[in-house]
């Protein structure tokens, strides 16, 4: 809202989910209209605006399912944001754990259909999620993460299944940085996408 003049609907920008996202463009806005720029213009840059790599970062939709790296989201606070934004979720995590864990996200496991367990945290991850009864298998690698999820979310009845990479640790167990962690959840989900279309009929 503009001075009480709707000025776009957030929900129509697909690289700005969740209401955190909202209110850094509302900030952005703000900031943009005190520097002179059109509303218009600004809803229109909102609207066309990629998003940025491993923050909610969509990759690829393949048989109906999207896949999102949310490497960056490196504690549970981080990942709270985007498992609040999708539903039914086929969750990628784990890796170095913080000291808090998973805590915080219980409210949030009525979206997760299946977990998806990497790297060190593994066991510790594994026992939070059994005792709050969500479906998990112990991966180990992405890349073994990856194509397991999307077998499991392709036959998800609901339609709308979300492969989510959202750690909620640290990498360095298995990787440098976040940043590659990232990079490698995206190398595997086109390797998954080449391997479909090369066995697809001529």
Known sequence: MDGGTRIIDLRDCPALPGRHNWQNACAAYALCRAAGVGAEAIAAAMRTFPGLAHRQQLVATLDGVRFINDSKATNA???????????????????????????????????????FLIGEATEDFAAWLSARGVA????????????????????????????????????????????VRGDDFVRQVRALANDKNQGAPA
């Not at 985007?82 to 808090?100: E, V």
Request: glycine letters at 8%.
């Open 77 to 115: 606070d981080a990942a709270a944001k985007a498992l609040a934004c999708y539903a039914p979720i086929y969750w990628i995590l784990g890796g170095k754990p913080k000291d808090t864990g998973l805590e915080g996200l219980d409210g949030f496991m009525p979206n997760v259909a299946r977990a």
């Open 136 to 179: 998990f298998e112990r991966c180990g690698t992405m890349a073994n993460a990856v194509p397991a999820a999307h077998a499991a979310a392709a036959k998800d009845p609901a339609g709308k299944a979300v492969v989510l990479l959202s750690p909620a640790c640290a990498s360095f167990d298995q990787y440098p940085n976040f940043e």
